[in-house]
Structure formats: C-alpha cells, structure tokens
Nanobody, 124 residues
Framework: VQLQASGGGLVQVGDSLRLSCAAS????????LGWFRQAPEKEREFVGA????????RYGDSVKGQFTIAGDNAKSTIILQMNSLKPEDTAVYFC??????????????????WGQGTQVTVSS
C-alpha cells in the first residue's frame, strides 16, 4: 500500500486548510485510513480516521468540532478539513492505512502503512 499526502502549507491563525491522502496498491476492501500528526519533540497524536467502506469516523479529542474527515471509497482518497487553525495545530501530518474498518483505532501501531507526511504550520 502506498499513501500520498498533500495539501500542507503555511497559514495564519484562524485559517482553514484541507489535506488529502490518496491510497494505492493492495488496500483491501474493508480498510480504514487515519490521520496522525507529530509536532517537534512530541509523540505522534491521533487526529482521526474513517472507515472507507462504512464512512464511519472517529476523531481525536483535541480536534473534535474543528477538523472533519471524509473518505471517497471509489477513489481511495480521504480529506482532512481543518478549520480555525491554531499555532498548536502546527505539526507534520501523516496519513496511515489500517487493514480493517471493524474498528477505528487511535493506536498508531495498528496502522501498518504510512505516508510521507505533509507539514502544516500555523503562524500567529
């Protein structure tokens, strides 16, 4: 499975930004794609995930109500819509593939494949 994330950049506080992640290869038919982020000197943090077949979503506590994830199963693509961005949202954002959509986990060790990451910087 290959994952290609895009859409990062430098924005101002309060701006919005949309990230995309395209999956290719042997993704399976019942899989989930998730977003994680990692700021310098911090642990990788779960942002959210979507079951590609079910459309079901789960969010990390720190982004609930601020970020939205949506999946397009036909295109094997997900987006992460980030609104009202704050400096603490600055991080490298990674998309990741989980081989099941029976549950949406926040545990990064449950995701086998990872994209290269895209930098999001929120300037004050």
């Amino acid at each position: 499975v290959q994952l290609q994330a895009s859409g990062g950049g430098l924005v101002q506080v309060g701006d919005s930004l949309r990230l995309s992640c395209a999956a290719s290869g042997r993704t399976g038919s019942s899989y989930a794609l998730g977003w994680f982020r990692q700021a310098p000197e911090k642990e990788r943090e779960f942002v959210g995930a979507v079951g590609m077949r079910t459309g079901r979503t789960r969010y990390g506590d720190s982004v609930k109500g601020q970020f939205t994830i949506a999946g397009d199963n036909a295109k094997s693509t997900i987006i992460l819509q980030m609104n009202s961005l704050k400096p603490e949202d600055t991080a490298v954002y990674f998309c990741a593939h989980s081989g099941t959509d029976h549950y949406l986990t926040s545990d990064p060790s449950r995701y086998r494949y990872w994209g290269q990451g895209t930098q999001v910087t929120v300037s004050s």
